[in-house]
């Protein structure tokens, strides 16, 4: 029979620290704080023997014994401590623990963390388990959260990423509320002004996919009001030349458009996705005119 390891040795302890009656002279309390020390000395060793499954597992313990002992600070790291250890192979548990997380901290008033928290939940459903709608309701939790905190810019950037997302999804209008917030957020700030035109270009991207030129044009005219110089920006002028090329199914003059834009400006993903997209019902609505 093999030996037990350090870790199962510590495990078996702090289980049976937790379960045992409390004497005449110690409190539950200080039972379940030495239960919570062990179990969290044994996720410690199961760390270093690469054992992540039982680390969180052992951590997840350690937390429920420091809300039985009533140490609200302790729980809400000891399940951070357990999403950490999860994340490594296990991302539905880490967003399990990250939820319990969140649940202490948002009691304690701290949203700050919390909204970091909740940005890794965003990341875990979009890197790990592909499910690009729960990854948005994530980001934007944690985007009001951050704004609650004055943390604008960490904000920005998780409804900007909410918003390429509801696109990827074909939920247009959200994305373009979503483009249209960063970009007002960012119009006061001289740092942030120069990123408004990207956000901009999305929008009336988005628009386009939908088929709606009306929106498109109209958005444009309304972002050039708020901004005078964005009808001079390279992204306006492209977004005005592929404007007319679909309202007159002019393919050649689109494709030609993009070629030339990608030429100085060099697409990202995203855009080569959502004008594809654009190009195939532009293609579509050719064989329906036909």
Same mark, same amino acid.
């Given at each position: ?12 302890k ?7 009656s409390?004497?005449w ?14 179990? &969290?000395q044994?996720?410690? &060793? ?14 997840a ?10 140490e ?12 950490k250890?999860?994340?490594?192979g296990?991302?539905?548990?880490a967003?399990?623990?990250l ?6 901290l ?6 700050r ?6 940005k890794?939940?965003?990341?875990i ?20 959260w ?9 904000a ?14 074909e939920?247009?209008? &959200?994305?373009?509320a ?35 030129t009306v ?62 997209k654009?190009?195939?019902?532009? &293609? ?7």
């Open positions: 029979m093999p030996a037990k390891s350090t870790a199962q040795t510590l495990l078996e702090a289980d049976k620290k937790a379960n045992s409390s004497g002279f110690s409190s539950s309390s200080t039972k379940f704080e030495e239960a919570g020390d062990l179990y &969290q044994a996720a410690n &060793q199961f760390k270093i023997e690469k054992l992540f499954r039982e680390a969180g597992d052992a951590h313990r350690e937390a429920e014994c420091r809300e039985k002992s009533q609200a600070n302790e729980a809400a790291q000891a399940w951070w401590n357990a999403a250890a999860y994340k490594r296990y991302p539905d548990l967003i399990t623990a939820s319990q997380t969140i649940t202490h948002t009691k304690q008033g701290r949203f963390q919390a909204a970091d928290r909740e890794e939940i965003g990341q459903y979009l890197q790990e388990l592909n499910d690009l709608q729960k990854a948005c309701e994530s980001l934007e939790r944690a985007g009001e951050y704004i609650q905190e004055d943390a604008q810019a960490t920005n950037a998780c409804f900007k990423d909410a918003a390429d997302l509801h696109a990827d999804l939920q247009y209008p &959200q994305a373009i979503r483009y249209e917030q960063v970009a007002n957020a960012s119009l006061s700030s001289a740092l942030t002004k120069y990123s408004v035109k990207e956000y901009w270009l999305r929008a009336c991207l988005c628009a386009l996919a939908m088929g709606d929106t498109s044009k109209r958005n444009l005219t309304k972002y050039s009001s708020l901004d005078t110089t964005f009808s001079s920006t390279r992204e306006a002028k492209f977004i005005n030349i592929i404007t007319e090329a679909i309202e007159a199914g002019d393919v050649e003059t689109f494709t030609g458009a993009v070629f030339e834009y990608d030429q100085v400006m060099r697409l990202d993903n995203w855009k080569t996705s959502i004008l594809s654009i190009k195939k019902n532009m &293609q579509t609505d050719d064989i329906g005119i036909l």
